[in-house]
């Protein structure tokens, strides 16, 4: 067996260092294994299916805590990278490469803006493997409580202490990487801050200044004066209030020979000194630690995957009420019984499809059950179309208008919602269609009522 996993992770690029491939060995490399081995995709609404456990968990909304109620999650993601100075000095640090608000944005290669909004292009490897990474990582942090991110990282490198059987040295590596500075892209609109020494893209990434407790105290009493220096502000207004954040980790570091994941709830949400580009208060954290050179272009898209199911409005909901990482692992197979296939050769990971304002977006469905009205509509497929005497005084015209009031708000909505254009066409056409006929046959009508018409 370990014959063959070596072969297929010579196959797949991954690193010649030694380290335990077997799925049994508790160092084992999550990322290979789930390419090796059988993955079960649980998708059914049968009574003890995916759904049913996940319904479950989402109906604790009313009865749970308010510190476990949905909030809307602003997602970015690192990855681990070295900066040089002048004296070709190298540091670890943290790099901002994407963002999600509702759509992804990502740093553009060699210019300091922002990509516009597209919608994250993901594959079925990728999500297998953070679906095994989410299952394979032990026991995950869910309510910790941390007020800085230094207490939160001496909590995750503990446990990797206990699941990995990290050495005092590893978890003291391991810490140093996470507590190294976050640098994230300020452009022209953001605010100054102490700009990082190098060349090339170096010039493009700042990191943000501390924030204060008295600064963070009078952004969220909403005084937008005072910190301007520091924050985009620009990015928090098209934030909710009550928007909560989700940091993604990706790194590689030298000394690791194995894997490392961890996936962390904090129980209330804190601010955390420059985690995020924009003081927004922290609730969950997932980190991926891989070895050097070891599947390294997997990591990237497997972080997309995890920032794109960060903003899923089930999946999110689901983060909330997870009691364990099996729940997490019930919600990707929700997400995957939701996604749409592209067929193979068509699109790659690296196309960006732009949201276009003319499509409607579809609305998102909870593990393929279909909504009132297609449920309504599947039950009674003829009654409401045709109409069938009564017997009642007016009663066609009474079903006639049961049968047309549901529709008649949705009308109205879709007529200034993605179809506006559409409607201005056709009021303008209609119009002038009338003009014409009175202009037409004014006069005709006139001689013909004896100027009797009624103006």
């Known amino acids: 067996m370990n014959r063959i996993v070596r072969k297929i992770s010579n196959t797949l690029g991954v690193t010649n260092q030694p380290r335990k491939?077997?799925?049994?060995?508790?160092r084992s490399d999550f990322l290979v294994d789930s390419l090796t081995m059988t993955q079960k995709i649980q998708i059914g609404l049968g009574e003890n299916g995916t759904v049913q456990r996940l319904c479950s968990i989402m109906e604790e909304d009313a009865v749970g805590p308010s510190e476990n109620l949905p909030h809307p999650i602003f997602c970015e993601m690192l990855k681990l990278s070295d900066i040089k100075d002048e004296n070709r000095f190298s540091a670890a640090c943290w790099r901002e490469l994407s963002r999600w608000i509702k759509y992804e944005e990502m740093v553009e290669t060699g210019s300091s803006r922002w990509s516009k909004p597209h919608i994250t292009l993901l594959t079925l490897q990728n999500l297998l493997q953070l679906k095994n990474s989410l299952r394979s990582c032990g026991e995950i942090l869910l309510d910790v409580n941390a007020d800085s991110f230094a207490v939160l990282a001496d909590k995750i490198t503990e446990s990797w202490g206990k699941s990995a059987s990290l050495s005092r040295a590893e978890i003291k590596q391991c810490k140093e990487i996470l507590m190294a500075p976050k640098y994230h892209l300020i452009g022209s609109k953001f605010g100054?801050?102490?700009?990082?020494?190098?060349?090339?893209?170096?010039?493009?990434?700042?990191?943000?200044?501390?924030?204060?407790?008295e600064s963070i105290a009078a952004i969220a009493k909403g005084d937008k004066a005072y910190g301007t220096r520091s924050?985009?502000?620009?990015?928090?207004?098209?934030?909710?209030?009550?928007?909560?954040?989700?940091?993604?980790?990706i790194?590689?570091?030298?000394?690791?020979?194995?894997?490392?994941?961890?996936?962390?709830?904090?129980?209330?949400?804190?601010?955390?000194?420059?985690?995020?580009?924009?003081p927004i208060p922290t609730r969950f954290l997932y980190i991926l630690l891989i070895p050097k050179d070891h599947m390294a272009r997997d990591s990237d898209t497997i972080g997309r995957c995890m920032g794109t199911l960060f903003v899923d409005e089930v999946f999110s909901h689901i983060c909330y009420k997870a009691k364990d990482n099996l729940h997490l692992c019930y919600g990707i197979d929700e997400f995957l019984s939701q996604s749409t296939i592209v067929p193979a050769g068509r699109l790659s990971t690296q196309n960006r499809?732009?949201?276009?304002?003319?499509?409607?977006?579809?609305?998102?469905?909870?593990?393929?059950?279909?909504?009132?009205?297609?449920?309504?509509?599947?039950?009674?497929?003829?009654?409401?179309?045709?109409?069938?005497?009564?017997?009642?005084l007016f009663g066609g015209l009474v079903e006639d208008i049961k049968t047309k009031t549901p529709w008649y708000w949705s009308d109205f909505r879709d007529a200034f919602r993605g179809r506006i254009t559409q409607t201005i066409a056709a009021a303008i056409f209609l119009f002038f269609a009338n003009v014409s006929k009175i202009i037409t046959f004014e006069g005709v009508m006139d001689h013909v009522l004896h100027k009797q018409m009624v103006n």
């Open 251 to 278: 790194g590689s570091p030298d000394f690791l020979t194995y894997p490392l994941v961890q996936f962390v709830r904090l129980k209330t949400a804190t601010v955390m000194k420059n985690l995020f580009e924009i």
């Open 192 to 213: 100054s801050g102490k700009e990082s020494s190098g060349s090339g893209n170096d010039s493009f990434y700042n990191l943000l200044e501390p924030l204060h407790e």
């Open 21 to 26: 491939d077997s799925f049994l060995d508790p």
């Open 353 to 392: 499809l732009e949201p276009h304002d003319n499509l409607l977006p579809q609305k998102r469905c909870f593990g393929g059950q279909p909504t009132e009205l297609i449920r309504s509509l599947s039950q009674t497929p003829e009654t409401e179309v045709k109409l069938h005497r009564t017997g009642k």
């Open 231 to 249: 924050v985009h502000f620009n990015l928090l207004r098209k934030l909710q209030k009550d928007t909560e954040g989700a940091c993604i980790l």
